[in-house]
């Protein structure tokens, strides 16, 4: 029999070659490219290949009852309302995050409250012994909970001892790249091992109707790391966000066969772990430094949830030939729209300037609604003329210099006015939503914000090349 020729796989992206090279040409990763066995099944010859005729397969049409998929709640809100609803069985998730975020504390609270419901949670874990895991569960207070526990990195052996006892309704691997398959020459983590691995839990899952939830690793870019098949062929895909220095962490969908994409869950980190928010706009605008210049509130949506953060600017004089240009939370492109837009069609100079942008609490905003806020912020911060604090901004501003509509305008300034707010600067054509006791100051152009900052400014206007254009 003919010896099986090794391939080099990228371990960033699973692109296969011939031979080793230094750099992937598929992604443009280097030094990702390791040696994998070929599969021992290629390797044999055409007659000892065993091959079976197919099925006939009755074909359906697309008329026919629909049946919502049944729900598994968790007992976390928050987890659930990303989920859209609790797990579905039969369903794999994989969940990624950066380490030390909480993955592993977010799966055993919710394996926790599962199990304590009267149905069997597994948690696989190929990173810590048993010990290490009820450790951590003493310190969260769930020593109690029926959770059982494995410590395992062969597939096959983790599939046997699951079949071996009454189904599981929930199954958590912590994590995917532990797990091995002895189906595979590889080393655990490769592409290869990954993908195959998951194959056999997809697998078992979908036979089963046992909900497995695998813990991903990511990469330094952020993105989950293996390849991006594993993503493909789950049924929902979770990141779970945060800054470091924040205690604040954000559980988002970016794929979901069996719900919403665009929702997020609120979590904070305490001592006895997850704490689930509740109201994130309240806890968001806690420390506020009311009367600062700088300082803007931005009315957002996630999902279907609104909320209300505090966009931070800060403008300094610069002597370097390149200003800089620093932001945390945000589009760092869309700042860069932003001020040619202030500096073209409103006269304000921050060509002299370096601009430093925070969206406090460690969020990330992706709509384009923010755009009203952030220039609102930043010629506060040039002028050091404090916004009101009882005003909320939210708008998207186009290369003209128009303020330009968003959606779900009604649900923003209801939030407002919950948490206080009395003002409201949006687009015209949000007029019309307008709540009651919020008074609305409804605008067609950057421009004009700009006028009413400038002309409200505590000290005289600065010059062309102090930073506004008096003209």
Known sequence: MARA????????????????????????????IAEEAAASAAALPAAQRTSRKGRVIKLETLQGGGVEAPRTSTGIGEFDRVTGGGFVPGSVVLLGG??????????????????????RAVYVSGE????QIRMRAERLGLAAAPVELMAETNVEDVVATLKADEPAALVVVDSIQTMWTETVESAPGTVTQVRAATQLLFRFAKTTGACIVLIGHVTKEGQIAGPRVVEHMVDTVLSFEGEGGHAFRVLRALKNRFGPTDEIGVFEMTGLGLKEVANPSELFLSERDLGSPGTAVFAGIEGSRPLLVEIQALAAPTTL??????????????????????????????????????????????????????AAALVSALTGTPLPADAVYFGEVGLSGAV?????????????????????????????????????????????????????APRPRRSVAGGVDDG
Not at 342 to 359: I, K, M, Q
């Open 5 to 32: 020729k090794p391939t080099y796989v990228c371990q960033a992206c699973g692109a296969v070659y011939p031979r080793w090279q230094g750099k992937c040409e598929a992604c443009g990763a280097w030094n990702s």
């Open 98 to 119: 950066d380490p030390g975020i909480g993955k592993s504390t977010l799966l055993i609270e919710a394996a926790a409250k599962l199990a304590g419901t009267g149905r």
């Open 128 to 131: 810590e012994a048993i010990a």
């Open 321 to 374: 030939g390149t200003p800089r240009r620093a932001v945390v939370g945000w589009d760092p492109n869309r700042l860069s729209m932003i001020l040619a837009v202030l500096e073209a069609r409103c006269g304000v100079r921050l060509s002299g300037h370096d601009v430093y942008l925070n969206v406090a609490g460690g969020l990330r905003i992706v709509e384009p609604a923010a755009d009203l806020a952030v």
């Open 404 to 456: 330009r509509a968003v959606p779900q305008a009604a649900a923003r300034l209801k939030e407002a006015g919950k948490l206080g707010f009395t003002r409201a600067v949006i687009p015209e054509s949000g007029r019309t939503a307008a709540t009651e006791g919020l008074k609305v100051v409804a605008v067609t152009a950057l421009a004009g914000v700009v006028a009413d900052l400038v002309a409200r």
